[in-house]
Structures are given as structure tokens and as C-alpha cells.
């Protein structure tokens, strides 16, 4: 199997998995309620936390959203053009029509 195709398995596995049990938490316990699935080793906390990680930005969600939208500007195009040059590095040996489409009809030229 390829080993993209095996990462990506497990990234749809673990937000299934992630999905339910917030489902669960949410609809079953009550606030600040756990409920102790294996005694010592592991239990579920309905909790809340309204901001990032560790309750930064609570209270200021407009905040957090501008950090995340500067993030997306910053970070998306430079992963384009990172796909664009191993695009470009696959085919560089190729001079081919289908290796000129390929670059051309993705962006990447």
C-alpha cells in the first residue's frame, strides 16, 4: 500500500474516532461529568475550552480567527509552490506532451 494512501487511512481512522467520542461526550455527560471507560488508564470529560490550545485567545475569538486567516495566507501559498516544484522535479527528465499538460493544466507553470 502506498504509504500516502496508509497516512491518509489513518488520518480519516483517527478523526472518525475523535468525531464520535466528542458526540458521545457531548450528548451523554454532563459538564464537568467524566465518565471512567478503563479504571486508571483512560476516561471521557465533558470540558470546555472556547479557545486555542491551552485557553489562549479565550474570549477573543475575532482574534483567533485573524491569526488563523494570517496563517492560511502565509503558509498556503508556499505549500502550492512546494507542490508545484516536486510536481516539476517528477517530470523534469520527461519532455513529453503529457509531462507539459501535467505541469500546465495544475498551475505550475
Not at 22 to 44: C, H, P, Q, R, S
Request: aromatic share 14%.
Amino acid at each position: 500500500m502506498n504509504p500516502n494512501v496508509r497516512i491518509a487511512v489513518v488520518a480519516v481512522i483517527v478523526i472518525f474516532f475523535d468525531q464520535v467520542t466528542k458526540f458521545l461526550v457531548y450528548n451523554y455527560l454532563g459538564f464537568a461529568e467524566d465518565k471512567v471507560i478503563f479504571d486508571g488508564f483512560f476516561k471521557l470529560v465533558h470540558w470546555g475550552n472556547t479557545g486555542a490550545a491551552w485557553s489562549m485567545f479565550r474570549g477573543n475569538n475575532r482574534v483567533l480567527t485573524l491569526v488563523a486567516l494570517g496563517a492560511l495566507i502565509v503558509l498556503v501559498p508556499r505549500a502550492t509552490i512546494s507542490i508545484c516544484i516536486l510536481w516539476a522535479a517528477r517530470f523534469r527528465s520527461d519532455s513529453s506532451l503529457e509531462a507539459s499538460w501535467a505541469t500546465s493544466s495544475t498551475g505550475c507553470v
